[in-house]
Nanobody, 126 residues
Framework: QAQVSESGGGSVQSGGSLRLSCRVS????????VGWFRQTVGNEREGVAA???????YYADSVKGRFTISQDSDKGTVYLQMNSLKPDDTAMYYC????????????????????WGQGTQVTVSS
């Protein structure tokens, strides 16, 4: 029982930055995992970063050191700060939530998440 809505996408040049926001409204779950995923035409959805309300954080190797996921519990919002953006980061970015306990790479497995936002486009030009 959750609703998810993301925003903050846009177009930037290589090396630029963007911050995505994900509003998560939970109703019957005290514990929840929130993840960021991205997808391009012809490719499977891939996990970018995830944060567990209990504390654990997980990043894809491709974004470690460049992206930072964080949360503002009072606002019910999860953020994805994206720095040093590359053209390969261009994709539709989705926020998702799941009231589950994950282990390791499960945090970045899109098939395990049940609540999804509508997506926000990120385009990085060279």
């Amino acid at each position: 029982q959750a609703q998810v809505s993301e925003s903050g996408g846009g177009s930037v040049q290589s090396g630029g930055s963007l911050r995505l926001s994900c509003r998560v409204s939970t109703f019957t779950y005290n514990h929840i995992v929130v993840g960021w995923f991205r997808q391009t035409v012809g490719n499977e959805r891939e996990g970018v970063a995830a944060i567990d309300s209990d504390g654990p954080i997980y990043y894809a190797d491709s974004v470690k050191g460049r992206f930072t996921i964080s949360q503002d519990s009072d606002k019910g919002t999860v953020y994805l700060q994206m720095n040093s953006l590359k053209p390969d980061d261009t994709a539709m970015y989705y926020c998702a939530a799941e009231p589950a306990h994950f282990l390791g790479e499960q945090y970045l497995d899109y098939t395990l998440y049940g609540y999804w936002g509508q997506g926000t486009q990120v385009t990085v030009s060279s």
